[in-house]
């Protein structure tokens, strides 16, 4: 049995289409195929631009569950795809700027001095080696203090949504703008809370990424109700995903039960490569295009795409 990529489709789905499980054609193989066409060949496969600009904080308390990971694999997935993606790294730790190849040595031009209000978001934004479609606010070890300097400042909570302006994304030209917490609830994850309208969180299919849930959803609803009335959680991202256990179908099962359709139906699997690709400072999609996890990342991505697409317009972050 064969079959061929068109050099004339456009539609992502149409190779599925064909190879269906409902014809005689489908086989494991042909559906795996069908995924690796769409890893190889993203320019055929583009996915679609959302209805309005989506401003996604990407957080969860609890460390290793994922959320950088998750960030920059989204948005490299996204860019890759044809969509103009913003990725604001928010730990001091500046992983995110590694696995994107972005330089965030001390005095490389940051978000440090962007929360400050010493420079300009362009003009601390890089382009990432993963596309050029991809810019990265970069992280460099002076982040670790401005929570410090933030205290004593009018409106500190505020800082990174006066410089999120609709003025300065379009200056940009993005659609998706991702912003990587640090792994916890100090004043940069609320800063990131207060600048979005959506929150994505990964949760690990473990039970310990569970206990730390009810937290982080109890600090959303403050930020909510005092700070940034259009924040919703709007995508839960099932990571570190192990077939093998019971526990993680347990973990999954919960999930989607308490969340719905907010839970993504792609989960990424537990992968080593994924693990390996920011010691080369890459995304999991440059690294090993063929992985599992990377073509996990690319249909979580096209989930959130596909959604993003017919989203109706959010209120305004001021909450008018």
């Not at 795809?81 to 790294?89: A, Q, S």
């Not at 440090?112 to 460099?140: D, I």
């Not at 109700?225 to 993680?248: E, P």
Request: net charge neutral; with cysteine; aromatic share 4%.
């Amino acid at each position: 049995m064969t079959f061929k990529v068109s050099q004339h489709e456009s539609s992502p789905n149409e190779l599925a289409r064909r190879v269906s499980r409902e014809t005689p054609e489908w086989t494991p193989i042909a559906e795996e195929a069908a995924r690796a066409a769409r890893v190889l060949h993203p320019d055929r496969y583009g996915m679609p631009r959302p209805s309005h600009r989506r401003v996604l904080t990407v957080a969860n308390q609890k460390g290793g569950v994922g959320k950088t990971t998750s960030t920059v694999n989204l948005a490299a997935a996204l860019a890759m795809h044809g969509v103009r993606v913003l990725v604001i790294d928010l730990d001091p730790q500046g992983n995110a700027s590694t696995a994107l190849g972005v330089e965030h040595r001390v005095g490389t031009p940051s978000i440090y001095e962007v929360l400050l209000a010493e420079m300009r978001l362009a003009e601390a934004a890089a382009v990432s080696t993963a596309s050029p479609n991809l810019l990265c606010v970069p992280a460099t070890i002076d982040l670790a203090g401005v929570e410090i300097e933030l205290v004593s400042m009018v409106a500190r909570e505020n800082r990174l949504r006066q410089a999120l302006t609709d003025r300065a994304l379009a200056e940009l030209n993005v659609d998706y703008v991702f912003v990587d917490c640090p792994p916890s609830l100090g004043l940069l994850t609320v800063n990131a809370l207060v600048a979005a309208n959506e929150v994505l969180i990964p949760i690990q299919c473990e039970y310990y990424a569970l206990e730390g849930l009810g937290q982080l959803l109890s600090n959303i609803d403050l930020v909510r109700a005092h700070l940034n009335t259009s924040l919703h959680v709007s995508t839960i991202l099932l990571t570190m995903y192990d077939g093998r256990t019971k526990l993680a179908d347990q973990v999954t099962t919960e999930v989607r039960g308490h969340f719905g359709n907010t839970a993504l139906r792609t989960v990424i699997p537990r992968s080593v490569k994924v693990s390996e690709a920011p010691g080369f400072s890459q995304t999991v999609l440059a690294y090993d295009p063929g992985s599992r996890g990377a073509m996990s990342y690319i249909d979580a991505a096209r989930e959130i795409a596909e959604r993003g697409a017919v989203m109706d317009l959010p209120p305004r972050r001021d909450g008018r």
